[in-house]
């Protein structure tokens, strides 16, 4: 039984998107291509040997192995094993987070993760039940003071609340003036509700009440320099160079996309239909084509941008970053990867 695959239909498809569409999903993607089959086959090993991992009890090593395999692709299966993990190691905190992720992975259609859904929402209420909470009221000394827990500067909406916290030593540090006054280490148990006071000694460093006079000072301020200089030059040529990279690699996309085409039409004929061994010839072309929409426009641009900024480096001027720049970022994660970050159930 043949597959249609009108020839036609399937050029649009690829050339449908616009160039600035696929590059800005480029970016946003943090990488040029598409995850390759053995990045996931990669992947499906990590999590075999995860679980096995976790089935030995070795937690730590089996947390890295699922942290791997997210940021190749995240399922609810790899966020529940990460959850999973955390818990044992005490990151109860940490392990709510990713079991609720895994429960909202596996609520998405076509998750295929039945087996997190029977078992994530008691997994969350049993952690929650769990987890410690810290109150840190103000005490003496301390009315204005700035106060830490772990090395994180609280709000003020946090100071007098209850803050979910792992079992544990806590560090509570209050300063005045931006120095140490006092400092104690609270350590809670599991389900345990502890509240500490913040004090600082009247002999604490205290910040003045005004500002002291201390007399016309000197003006050593240096006059400004006036003197043109020349820019730097190695920004523009790391540009045109990548410029040219990308360019050259667009070129060889669009060579590769055009033999794709003729094999195509040497599979479909001359009727348009095509066996369903040609869709993986179909799927290539569309990759071919996508990678040289972008990569072609980014060279042109690279390029330009990059002689700009060698002509104004040579003649003295500022060399201001492109407008583009300062609007765009790249991201580190793969295409289908996501954050977070849990143990056994289901599979990859």
Known sequence: MKTTWPASKM??????????????ALLLSGAAHAQSPEDLAKARTLFREGVALSAANNWSGALAKFKAVAQVKMTAQVAFNIAECEEHLGKLLSALGNYRLAASEAAAPKANAADVAKQVDARISALEARIPKLTINRGDGAE???IELDGTELGSAQIGSEIAVDPGPHQVIGKVNGKEGSRETVTVAEKETKAVSVVISADAPKKPEGPVDTGPKPDTTPPPDTTAKPGSKVPGAVLTGLGVASLGAGIVFMIVRQGTISDLEDMCGTDGKCPPSAEDTSNKGKLFTGLAEVTIPLGVI???????????????????????????????????????????????
């Open 144 to 146: 204005t003071a700035t």
């Open 302 to 348: 690279g390029i330009a941008t990059g002689v700009v900024l060698l002509v104004t480096s040579s003649k003295g001027a500022a060399t201001p970053a492109p407008a583009a720049a300062s609007r765009v970022r790249f991201l580190g994660a793969a295409p289908g990867a996501s954050l977070g970050g849990a143990s056994v159930v289901g599979r990859f």
């Open 11 to 24: 050029r649009r498809g690829w050339g449908g998107a616009t160039w600035a569409g696929m590059a800005l």
